[in-house]
């Protein structure tokens, strides 16, 4: 249900984006994106002074052989409260994510077991325009609770206890191109020891990784990254981004997740490596948008060093290319 008023009310299947898409996206790299059923609750417009969104939802499973269905033991909670009405540059937003799911540690397909985990995460994002053509993006994300640590059919609670914060700063040149440059740099804890009682790697919840990195390396956990874009419009509806970015890990004993490789010794460093990316937007029309990228991944000290650990990896560069069309059969609405 949904309803042109102060107050909109959806339930049932839905995706949605909240904040800067780093905890909660749509995810359109993939195939399929993310999916959630349950409620979603809409005070006020985004017109208004204040607006205030608030959902209690479980995530999609995608099944091969059978129907999509609900994760019955995953809810994901919160909301998020926009105030607008202190200044006409400033969007002030607090705002609370929760993720309570219950585990199935003794399930007979090892791949299928799952902790118990109860996580709170309560955070601020503050952005808006400087004037004179700069503007600005910073978000702080504190998290608390519990998490399981998995050993065969028995299950650890350890206390979580993570910080994430990102913060970017742009200048847009007053030119027919309409540059803009931005700095950014991104932070999210790790594990420090994965045998004390203690998890300190950030939990990304449903974020976008494409933010982080083209080549969908990294995510927003055991990560500090500095960043540096360029973006331009050299025709109507067509934007072309490039950016540099170095990546390193916050904890030398925690996992860089998104290749699965860690050295709790820690002997291995903390640089992962940089990265060249290029990226070409172009929106067709109302029902169609298309975009091709390519990035260049070059290997740091901690990824050599697993390489040669542990083979049988690479440490040359690696060169990425990737072409996505987006369909909306409905339109955006502007024609």
Do not use: C
């Amino acid at each position: 249900l949904s309803y042109n008023r102060p107050l909109s009310i959806r339930a049932g299947r839905m995706h949605f984006e909240l904040l800067d898409k780093r905890l909660f996206s749509n995810n359109p790299f993939r195939n399929t994106t993310n999916n959630f059923d349950g409620l979603r609750v809409h005070f006020g417009k985004k017109q208004n002074n204040w607006d205030l969104d608030t959902f209690a939802l479980q995530p999609v499973e995608r099944l091969k052989y059978k129907f999509d269905r609900s994760d019955e033991d995953t809810w994901i909670y919160g909301g998020v409260l926009s105030i607008r009405q202190w200044s006409e540059y400033l969007t002030i937003q607090p705002y609370f994510l929760g993720r309570r799911q219950n585990g199935d540690i003794a399930n007979s397909v090892v791949a299928n077991r799952r902790p118990d985990i109860n996580i709170y995460a309560p955070g601020l994002r503050v952005y808006g325009f400087l004037g004179s053509g700069f503007d600005f993006d910073t978000n702080i994300n504190k998290q608390f609770g519990r998490s399981g640590a998995l050993s065969g059919t028995q299950q650890t609670l350890r206390k979580h206890d993570a910080l994430g914060y990102s913060l970017e700063l742009g200048y847009s040149f007053d030119y027919d191109l309409k540059p803009r440059f931005s700095l950014f740099y991104g932070y999210g804890t790790g594990d420090k020891n994965p045998n004390d009682n203690i998890n300190q790697r950030f939990d990304i919840f449903y974020g976008f990784n494409q933010p982080w990195s083209r080549n969908d390396y990294f995510s927003w956990d055991n990560i500090s990254s500095p960043k540096a874009r360029l973006e331009f419009t050299p025709y109507k509806d067509v934007r072309i981004d490039t950016s540099y970015n170095a990546f390193w890990l916050e904890s030398k004993t925690d996992a860089w997740s998104r290749a699965n490789l860690r050295d709790s010794t820690g002997q291995s460093g903390s640089f992962l490596g940089q990265e060249f990316n290029i990226r070409l937007k172009h929106k067709f029309n109302s029902y169609m948008d298309w975009s091709v990228s390519y990035a260049r991944f070059t290997s740091g000290g901690f990824t050599k060093a697993q390489a040669e650990a542990n083979g049988p990896f690479t440490t040359e560069p690696s060169n990425f290319f990737y072409f996505e069309v987006s369909l909306n059969f409905f339109g955006d609405g502007k024609l």
